[in-house]
């Protein structure tokens, strides 16, 4: 099956450092991906819509200068956080969507998320 | 805003029990996707329904599509410990670009 991979899996930083997280499609094309924030026992928020070739598009209250995502290719998003501080601390989340035969009926696949500790 | 509230959001059952979780929301969705979620790792799909009223089993877990594409229903049979994890109903278009909303979230704990 389809398999969304995410790197790294852990990461600790420093306050005030950037922190970029990667998001590929190992074995299908993803025109659009998706990130999400996930709190400890809580469920997923979206933050973005990663859309390859173009800007991202962000939900409301989520800082576009803070998280820049780019996304350069049909198999890799990225998510950067920007001078990240102890609040930004979380489970990042990634997923893309496979297109199914005749364009219905599409899944969406996961990564593994990224637990962020800022210090 | 669509909106999935789920119920309930916790619950803690001994092994054996059957339990149904629901997913409700206001608005229509074309499609809507159950997952499971273990601690640390991203969620993985169990199904997708599409159609109002469709009915999916899948060994011990049957989902079900409400009639109007508004709401859903998770039910477990014979529970074990291996169903421990957070369920969540995501909903949404059918197409690839579109983005899933997803419920609140039940986190189901099953002890021996």
């Known amino acids: 099956g389809a398999v969304v991979s995410q790197h790294p899996s ?17 074995d299908f094309q993803a025109t659009t991906m998706f990130w999400y924030r996930q709190f400890p026992k809580q469920s997923l928020m979206l933050m973005a819509t990663s859309n390859e070739g173009s800007k991202a598009t962000y939900e409301q209250g989520v800082e576009k200068d803070k998280f820049l995502i780019n996304h350069a290719s049909l198999t890799l998003s990225t998510l950067t956080v920007t001078s990240a501080h102890p609040e930004d601390s979380s489970f990042y989340i990634c997923s893309a969507r496979r297109t199914g035969p005749l364009r219905v009926n599409t899944e969406a ?4 998320g990224t637990r962020l500790t800022v210090v | 805003t ?32 159950w997952y499971r979620q273990e601690p640390g790792e991203g969620p993985v ?13 899948l060994k011990r877990l049957t989902f079900q599509f409400g009639d109007a594409r508004k709401d859903s229903s998770l039910h477990i049979t014979a ?9 969540l109903c995501a909903g949404g278009g059918k197409e690839g670009f579109q983005k899933l909303v997803f419920g609140t979230g039940t986190r189901l704990l099953v002890s021996p």
């Not at chain 2, 799909?45 to 089993?57: A, C, I, Q, R, Y």
């Open chain 1, 109 to 112: 696949f996961f990564g593994q």
């Open chain 2, 45 to 57: 799909l169990l199904v997708t329904v599409v159609t109002g009223g469709e009915v999916k089993k």
């Open chain 2, 79 to 87: 529970a074990q410990t291996g169903d421990t994890g957070l369920y």
């Open chain 2, 2 to 33: 669509q909106l999935l509230e789920q119920s309930p959001q916790f619950l803690s059952i001994q092994e054996g029990e059957n339990l149904t979780v629901y997913c409700n929301s206001s608005s229509v969705f074309s499609s809507l996707q």
């Open chain 1, 10 to 26: 852990r990461v600790i930083c420093k306050s005030g450092t950037s922190v970029k997280i990667e998001c590929r499609s190992l």
